[in-house]
């Protein structure tokens, strides 16, 4: 399905007047849910000083696009506005969306809004993306009109964070498609060098 650029940034105040620390905010999203997860790309670090290149390869993962899509696809039962999601996409991708601009601590994105496929997939318009640009990026954060989750999908960590209901969460945990375990936002989270 196809996104739009949202016409304000008003949908995202829930998640730029938070006050919670900025790494906690791009890596989970707005406090307050019941329960949080990871969504993990690549499997957590085994030693301190580790890198990214030294990970553990996982032959059945699906790759990180598809990750968020199926995340996104099992979330969608869980919420009463599945028809109308919003979108924050990182400017620092090197091209100029034209959404509004939503700004949180050392972070600033661009937001739209739309429906997915049921496969949970995602497209930006062609008039959207900078000329020639084929790509399609991750969102930064996902979430609902009626704030039943959100996904938070940080550049710089190797997973997402995702706030939920309980049920949500297990929905997750459940779906052999994810690499998914609880956590606690609020905890120092893995990270490679």
Do not use: K
Not at 110 to 121: D, H, Y
Not at 123 to 148: C, E, K, M, V, Y
Request: aromatic share 12%; proline share 11%.
């Amino acid at each position: 399905m196809t996104l739009t650029p949202a016409p304000d940034a008003r949908a995202a105040r829930w998640i730029t007047a938070v006050e919670v620390p900025w790494q906690q905010l791009v890596g989970f999203g707005p406090s307050g849910f019941q329960a949080y997860a990871r969504l993990r790309f690549i499997p957590d670090p085994v030693h301190a000083g580790q890198s990214e290149s030294d990970a553990p390869a996982v032959p059945a993962a699906l790759p990180e696009t598809e990750q968020l899509q199926a995340a996104v696809s099992a979330l969608l039962r869980c919420t009463t506005t599945a028809d109308e999601l919003f979108f924050c996409f990182w400017d620092g991708w090197g091209f100029e969306l034209t959404g509004a601009g939503v700004d949180v601590p050392n972070r600033s994105y661009f937001l739209f809004e739309g429906s997915v496929a049921p496969s949970g997939a995602w497209d930006l318009a062609p008039a959207n993306r900078a000329p020639g640009q084929q790509w399609n990026p991750d969102p930064s954060f996902i979430w609902p009109a009626d704030h039943t989750w959100c996904i938070a999908n940080d550049v710089d960590p190797h997973w997402a964070g995702i706030g939920a209901s309980p049920e949500a969460i297990q929905r997750l945990l459940a779906d052999e498609r994810l690499d998914v375990i609880p956590t606690d936002p609020a905890a120092a989270q893995p990270h490679y060098r």
